[in-house]
């Protein structure tokens, strides 16, 4: 399996369904541009890699995750669920302009 889907899949297992209350005492405050419904956190993997996970938040509790991961500033790739769908993984690689979708 791809490292980006298990990265994704970790937080999901980590993170969906559980409260507002509990991303925040797990990950401290969201970023300042954060709103209500979507809750924006930036870890540094290595000097220049940088992932972004956005909580996706309804009704008090997280409803989707997706991870936004970036060299030196530049997002390079998204990866989705999206559990309604046959193949529910997607990549999209934003410099190459490809998706990739996995089972």
């Not at 409260?19 to 993997?45: A, H, M, N, V």
Request: hydrophobic content about 35%.
């Amino acid at each position: 399996m791809d490292k980006q889907i298990q990265k994704l899949k970790s937080y999901q297992a980590l993170y969906l369904g559980k409260t507002e209350q509990f991303l925040i005492d797990r990950l401290g405050k969201p970023l300042r541009f954060s709103d209500s419904d979507i809750w924006f956190y930036r870890f540094r993997r290595k000097i220049i890699f940088q992932d972004e996970v956005t909580f996706f938040i309804r009704n008090g509790k997280v409803e989707d995750i997706t991870i936004t991961e970036y060299v030196s500033g530049i997002a390079v790739r998204n990866i989705f669920y999206f559990p309604k769908n046959n193949r529910p993984y997607q990549i999209s690689d934003m410099l190459k302009k490809t998706e990739h979708q996995f089972p």
